[in-house]
């Protein structure tokens, strides 16, 4: 039969496609064709989680440092408004010998007159920073004269040398027993005269201070009426200088007060207190937090100085041979100097694994000792600001002073014994363990002709040549 058009049916054929190679059709295949696509999407992920990650402790780091930022911003508007108030009420004053004496709602330390507050502070004025200036200048220019006439061998007749000082026959001078009480045994702290080395200053935890005589063979004076102990004592020049757990006190050599307490911290223990280069303007107290610089003759605090990036407390001080820079110690294990005109942070050492113990300048001006809880004794060089020696000392041996001698040529330690090094060597010449108890002083007489030390068995020790 025919056909129409309308009858037709139209057949839609699909256009052929190319098969896959046969590599991809395998099941291997495929499974690396999933794992390939399994890595890219962990990898993009990861980088996604990196990114933010980064942004996370971007935003974190601002808003600190916007914290940061609004606390300074309240500390230094607090301080304006306590310095407008203080101007305000300001009266002047003419002949002060004495600090002027505060309200009786401010705590009173206990040994004669009452505690300037703290925050009753002169300033660094330019007629106080001109003294440290020149006084500096006088200072450097003689150490450098010392340094060259050593170098050169002038002194060597008066120093005692390297070979008398390793004889191990060094014969014990003099031993006293009993400078302070036997109810509290312990003498905390020691120092020589400068001018007299002779002379002798401890203070002891029976809260008495002792003045004592080598030569003599006597005790000269024996400052009493402090009611906690004595942790550190100044030998002054011309008078006594003492760091009590709550104040400062100058002392004369008989036993007059001179001057108010100059700090007042109520029950916050003061750990030490260093002289600086001006008889009349030493640093007078290490506290807490912060380090104060005084005026001993007015009994007034110029400047109060807080480390608030440490945020722990500083356990010693010591001045630079210049005076313009000092040392401190902290309880983290941190040694920082510091600029003294500008009250500023200049260098950092950071090595030590235990609070700071003891420091001491040498007298060359370029070295720096350092002990601390970690047993050992790092040297740090001024000029290049890094540690070059670290001396090791035995298992739990307690650092607690350290001293150069007045040419630079020894070192001395004192801890759970006293060691004696010769500098640039730096290898151990001498080893006392006559102490029965803990060392707590050790100091080199005039040209290292002798060595004394102090303890907590209450014996005071000369090593003489």
């Not at 100058?250 to 001179?258: I, P």
């Amino acid at each position: 039969q025919l056909l129409s058009e309308e009858q037709l049916v139209d057949i839609k054929v699909s256009h052929p496609i190319r098969p896959k190679a046969p590599s991809a059709t395998s099941i291997p295949a495929i499974l690396k064709a999933l794992q390939d696509e399994w890595d890219a999407v962990m990898l993009h992920s990861f980088t996604l989680r990196q990114q933010l990650q980064t942004t996370r402790q971007e935003l974190s780091h601002a808003l600190y440092q916007h914290d940061a930022a609004c606390r300074v911003i309240a500390r230094l508007t607090k301080e304006v408004t306590a310095a407008r108030e203080a101007l305000a009420t300001l009266k002047p004053q003419a002949g002060l010998v004495v600090p002027q004496a505060v309200p009786a709602s401010q705590p009173t330390v206990a040994g004669g007159g009452e505690p300037m507050e703290v925050s009753e502070q002169v300033g660094m004025t330019p007629e106080i920073i001109q003294k440290l200036q020149d006084k500096a200048t006088v200072l450097t220019t003689e150490r450098k004269k010392q340094g060259s006439q050593l170098t050169a061998g002038i002194r060597e007749e008066s120093l005692c040398s390297a070979a008398v000082v390793a004889h191990e026959d060094l014969p014990s001078l003099l031993l006293l027993q009993g400078l302070h009480s036997a109810s509290i045994p312990g003498i905390l702290a020691l120092d020589l005269c400068p001018t007299d080395t002779n002379k002798v200053l401890t203070g002891g935890a029976d809260k008495n201070v002792v003045v004592f005589d080598k030569n003599a063979e006597h005790i000269m004076a024996t400052l009493k009426g402090h009611t906690k102990k004595v942790t550190s004592v100044i030998y002054h020049p011309s008078q006594v200088c003492l760091s009590l757990e709550s104040s400062v006190n100058v002392l004369s050599h008989t036993g007059g007060q001179l001057c108010d307490p100059l700090v007042g911290t109520g029950s916050v223990g003061l750990w030490g207190l260093v002289v600086g280069v001006l008889l009349t303007v030493p640093l007078s107290s290490l506290l807490p937090q912060y380090w104060a610089f005084s005026d001993i003759q007015t009994g007034r605090v110029l400047t109060k100085v807080t480390d608030e990036a440490a945020g722990c407390a500083l356990t010693c001080a010591q001045f630079h041979p210049d005076g313009l820079i000092f040392g401190t110690g902290t309880a983290d294990s941190q040694i920082k100097i510091w600029d003294l005109k500008e009250r500023t942070n200049v260098a950092n050492f950071p090595g030590h694994s235990g609070p700071v113990t003891a420091i001491a300048f040498s007298e060359n001006g370029y070295y720096l000792a350092t002990g601390a809880q970690d047993c050992s004794v790092k040297l740090w060089d001024l000029r290049k600001l890094k540690n070059f020696k670290t001396i090791t000392l035995d298992h739990s041996y307690e650092v607690k002073s350290l001293i150069f001698d007045q040419s630079g040529t020894y070192l001395a330690v004192g801890g759970s014994d006293i060691r004696v090094y010769i500098c640039k060597q730096w290898s151990e010449v001498l080893n006392f363990t006559e102490h029965t108890g803990l060392v707590t002083g050790v100091a080199f007489g005039q040209h290292a002709q002798f060595l004394t030390s102090s303890g907590m068995d209450r014996s005071l020790k000369f090593y003489s040549l």
